[in-house]
């Protein structure tokens, strides 16, 4: 299990930062090859296996001589996490040399795209230029950051979306879960890497233990702060994890520029990126790079864009007569949405209808309104989200039979208007698609008052106590869609 390593300089000082850089490259020795693992055996330090199809955007930075000469396993320096099609954040660490301070040529990395790195034909992509931060100092270990362009777009893996100020602070918030991945050491004291990468789990520490020294306790298990002289939370994230027996969680030598994560599904965000740690899992946290304060840079390197949608919407209908509303809820995925957009389509024809709404100003849900459709007929109705970059997903079917308020009949006779009582002789309504619930009479004085109004019974209304003045009189029909009104007749009521 053990790999040639290439370990930076720190990484042999006494109260080592442990770090490591391509740029200063020595070969460890090669520890004799140890007994097989068994399942208590530490991985990451302390995590678990991962499984085909886990994080698929996490990479191995692999020294493109070594993978041409030994293979990914004996290559793998760092690991990184793609966060747009033709980009890989990494530790700047990884590949800035803390001696000359000088950056690793690209075409001496490969981006290795595999779970196991002993795997035939591993995926490598080339590297065409590396990025360090402006900002980083490798004394300090500040602004440990670096983005990696890619030299072909890597389309058929979903990246992951760096966290951005603007995102909920609760991914970073104090006890926070958060995971990490590598292939890095499985233990401080020996040699031993793992084929496949582990995933430790882990939280996040309080800012006070990451640059003010304070004590924080997981599960039992108390851990001291960095203090001011080698952490900062403005730019570092700390963050630990405790087994259900009490081991202590960490990333290690190895692990260096891979991706802690924060969040689950679409609200998923590269958090942190590991950077450096005193020794690994004893009772000090791993320290992260805070992605969240880089994001200028980011920005600059297009490792962070605002993304197509990912999530496909929920909808549902309100039937209307001859039309469908579709109203939109949408899970927070991180991207900016322009714009609604639904079809109906007849299953009877195959002929589809459209509508597209826009985000709203006020609170409410969003939606857009298909009109043109037949009542009575059942449509199969979609919805996604889409902004400049692409569409969501479509959401799941939701069926769909638009249904008319009643057609409303007329007053076809006014059978008297004197003794200030008006009765009428009404036309048939047409109900429609949903029952008829009331049928009424309503007159209103035209010269202002109080409005009049009495049920349609068998085709006869009358109206009493009316003033002697002229009212405008409609039928007004109500069915479960709503109400439709006649035209209106102006009826001439007498003493
Ligand atoms: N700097 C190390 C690397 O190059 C990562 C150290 C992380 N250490 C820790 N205890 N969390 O791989």
Redesign the pocket.
């Given at each position: 299990m053990a790999r040639k390593r290439v370990?930076?300089t720190a990484?042999f000082m006494a109260a080592a930062?442990?770090?490591?850089?391509l740029g200063s490259a020595v070969a460890a020795p090669v520890a004799p090859g140890s007994a097989h693992l068994g399942a208590s055996t530490p991985r990451i330090?302390n995590g678990n296996d991962s499984a085909p199809g886990d994080l698929p955007f996490l990479v191995a930075l692999l020294d493109a001589y070594d993978f041409d000469d030994e293979g990914a396993f004996q290559a793998q320096f760092?690991g990184g996490a793609l966060t747009t099609t033709t980009t890989v954040i990494t530790?700047a660490?990884?590949v800035v040399d803390d001696e000359t301070g000088a950056v690793t040529p690209p075409e001496d990395v490969l981006v290795g795209f595999t779970r196991n790195l002993k795997a035939p034909n591993v995926r490598t992509v080339s590297v065409s230029a590396i990025r360090v931060h402006p900002s980083y100092d490798s004394d300090a270990v500040t602004f440990d950051i670096a983005v990696l362009t890619l030299a072909e777009p890597v389309l058929d893996i979903t990246p992951i979306l760096p966290m951005r100020p603007a995102d909920p602070l609760s991914l970073v918030a104090v006890g926070a879960p958060a995971k990490v991945a590598?292939w890095?050491s499985l233990s401080?004291d020996d040699d031993s890497f793992p084929e496949a990468f582990k995933i430790g789990r882990l939280v996040i520490f309080p800012n006070e233990s990451c640059g003010r020294g304070s004590d924080f306790s997981v599960a039992g298990v108390t851990f001291d702060g960095f203090g001011s002289s080698s952490a900062s939370a403005d730019t570092m994230l700390c963050a630990a994890g405790v087994t259900s027996n009490r081991k202590i969680i960490?990333?290690?030598?190895?692990?260096?520029?891979g991706p802690l994560i924060g969040g689950d599904g679409g609200a998923m965000r590269l958090i942190g990126v590991?950077?450096?740690?005193?020794?690994?899992?004893i009772t000090?946290?791993?320290?992260y790079t805070r992605v969240a304060a880089m994001a200028d840079f980011l920005i600059s390197t297009n490792a962070l864009v605002s993304l197509a949608p990912t999530v496909a919407p929920v909808i549902d209908l309100t039937v209307l007569n001859t039309a469908l509303r579709v109203n939109f809820t949408v899970a927070d995925d991180g991207s900016a949405i322009s714009s609604y957009t639904a079809n109906a389509t007849d299953p009877a024809t195959g002929q589809v209808f459209t509508c597209t709404g826009q985000p709203r100003v006020d609170l409410l849900p969003p939606f857009c309104t298909i009109s043109t459709l037949v009542n009575n007929t059942s449509y199969s109705v979609t919805g996604s989200t889409s902004n400049s970059l692409g569409s969501s997903p479509a959401s799941a079917t939701v069926l769909g039979t638009p249904i008319g308020v009643p057609t409303p009949g007329a007053i076809r006779k006014v059978w008297s208007s004197n003794d200030r009582t008006i009765a009428v002789v009404v036309r048939r309504s047409f109900a429609n698609d949903a029952p008829i619930t009331s049928t009424a009479l309503s007159c209103a004085p035209v010269n202002g008052g109080s409005t009049k109004a009495a049920p349609v019974r068998g085709g006869m209304a009358i109206l009493k106590k009316l003033r002697p003045t002229y009212y405008s009189c409609v039928v007004i029909v109500t069915n479960a869609l709503g109400s439709a009104a006649s035209a209106h007749k102006l009826i001439n009521v007498t003493r």
């Open positions: 370990l930076g990484a930062l442990t770090i490591s850089a330090v760092c530790a660490h990884c590598g890095g401080a960490d990333s290690c030598q190895g692990d260096s520029g590991v950077s450096w740690g005193e020794e690994c899992a000090l946290p791993g320290v």
